[in-house]
T-cell receptor, first 113, second 116 residues
């Protein structure tokens, strides 16, 4: 069973701090990694994706991928109360030609003013 | 900005009834998906669809489920005989392609299905 694991949290950070969200995956065939944000009762909203080892920055967000350690993370700089949500890590594999995403259970982030 | 739309936003049905959930994917996208999320649980893949046929399906997607693209814009999920455990939020998503970075999937707002 291919798994994607995240700490469920809640992760609480003060406003303006860096929030660090982590995700591990078990399938070595995983090729693309996606971070979604989900507000309570809403649908997942794509924040960014990464598929090469290293860092990828987009505004206040940085995704980091280490395929050798099977680890992907999301850093949120200058965290705002509006960033309070559940962050979902999702992975697609070269073995899933139909584009299936496997999701982690999500990490709840709370940014305190 | 283009977006995925879904109707209805909330569907209440009796156990054993058929339901059809509707989605309009982003217009230039070629792959379409259904996922579901039971309250408090992970988002789970149901099925992907490309070129008018199923590309991949999960164990959840049994004979009670079917998908269809009845015209050039709509994509539907049918549950033939609903069970209590089908109660969940159902999300439609679409992507340009299904490989690598082109697998960015954009989700619709969801349909909350309640089976009584």
């Amino acid at each position: 069973q291919k798994e994607v694991e995240q700490n469920s949290g809640p992760l609480s950070v003060p406003e303006g701090a860096i929030a660090s969200l982590n995700c591990t995956y078990s399938d070595r065939g995983s090729q693309s990694f996606f971070w979604y944000r989900q507000y309570s009762g809403k649908s997942p909203e794509l924040i960014m994706f990464i598929y090469s080892n290293g860092d990828k920055e987009d505004g206040r967000f940085t995704a980091q991928l280490n395929k050798a350690s099977q680890y992907v993370s999301l850093l949120i700089r200058d965290s705002q109360p509006s960033d309070s949500a559940t962050y979902l890590c999702a992975v697609s594999s070269i073995y899933n030609q139909g584009g299936k995403l496997i999701f982690g259970q999500g990490t709840e982030l709370s940014v305190k003013p | 900005e283009p977006e995925v739309t879904q109707t209805p936003s909330h569907q209440v049905t009796q156990m054993g009834q058929e339901v059809i959930l509707r989605c309009v994917p982003i217009s230039n996208h070629l792959y379409f998906y259904w996922y579901r999320q039971i309250l408090g649980q992970k988002v789970e893949f149901l099925v992907s669809f490309y070129n008018n046929e199923i590309s991949e399906k999960s164990e959840i997607f049994d004979d009670q489920f079917s998908v269809e693209r009845p015209d050039g814009s709509n994509f539907t999920l049918k549950i033939r005989s609903t069970k209590l455990e089908d109660s969940a939020m159902y999300f439609c998503a679409s992507s340009l392609l299904a490989g690598g970075p082109y697998n960015e999937q954009f989700f619709g707002p969801g349909t909350r299905l309640t089976v009584l």
